[in-house]
């Protein structure tokens, strides 16, 4: 089940989770730093900010430009010996000592590798939020093993860009066929999933048959962890399901003493 508090965020202006921010050096991409804390703002206050790896290696070069800047942590581990990975056990470890300090609401996870399957598990026994982030090759079990996975792809900077132009070409469009693609998911074509969205809204309507935005997003992360409306050309939720008239209708109601709105959708 999706954490209250992680829900509560999504919806509220104010970070509301005490993040702890561990990155595994070998298996993220420095060029989307900037994406990924920003993202990570969006859930909480990043309390803490840790990278692991070698970084005497060739390969972690690209770390070492942005650490200082951004003010991340990096926790230095030399490879004991060759085709073993010690910043996996390394990692692990601090993660469990932070997660016994108890002044952590949540872990982020910055990491493509399935070996982080069983920590991601063992901080939600603790009733911990653990948010994911790698790429598209991230193995299915440590995605689903996090309250919510988000593909670095999207993260990019031509992505964001990329998926803000392809969302306006098509509301210049007639609305016959969801998008398929953003930026860097043009690689690889990304069929939307229009039968468990439609699924997963008929589980979130009401009695009237309507549903609310934030609930219906809740059950879609739920069920799927990695579901992303950026994915599809689409900034926000609220941009993909008014966009897409074919799958649904939706209209804006007036929250009862104030002058918010909100946006309720049911299947067309």
Known sequence: ??????????????????????????????????????????????????????????????????????????????????????????????????????????????????????????LREEGLTVLGFGEKKTPEAFRNACHKFVFTEVLRPSAVAEAIGLQKTLEDKPKTAPPQTTAEAAEQKVEFPTKFVLSALEQSIDDTGWAHLGTFGSYLTKLQPDFDSRLYGYKKLSDLVKAMTNLFAAEERQTPGSSQKVLYIRAR
């Open 1 to 122: 089940m999706v954490s209250p508090r992680l829900i509560a965020r999504i919806e509220s202006e104010e970070p509301t989770l005490r993040l702890a921010v561990l990155i595994d050096a070998d298996n993220a991409q420095a060029a989307v730093i900037d994406g990924l804390l920003a993202e990570i703002a969006r859930f909480g206050e990043a309390t803490v900010k840790r990278i692991y790896g070698d970084f005497t290696a060739p390969a972690s070069s690209s770390w070492k430009k942005v650490l200082q800047r951004y003010a991340i942590k990096p926790m230095q581990q030399f490879a004991y010996t060759t085709g073993k990975n010690a910043t996996d056990s390394t990692l692990i470890i601090d993660a469990m000592d932070l997660l016994y300090t108890r002044r952590f609401d949540g872990f982020c996870l910055i990491t493509s590798d399935s070996d982080f399957t069983g920590l991601a598990m063992r």
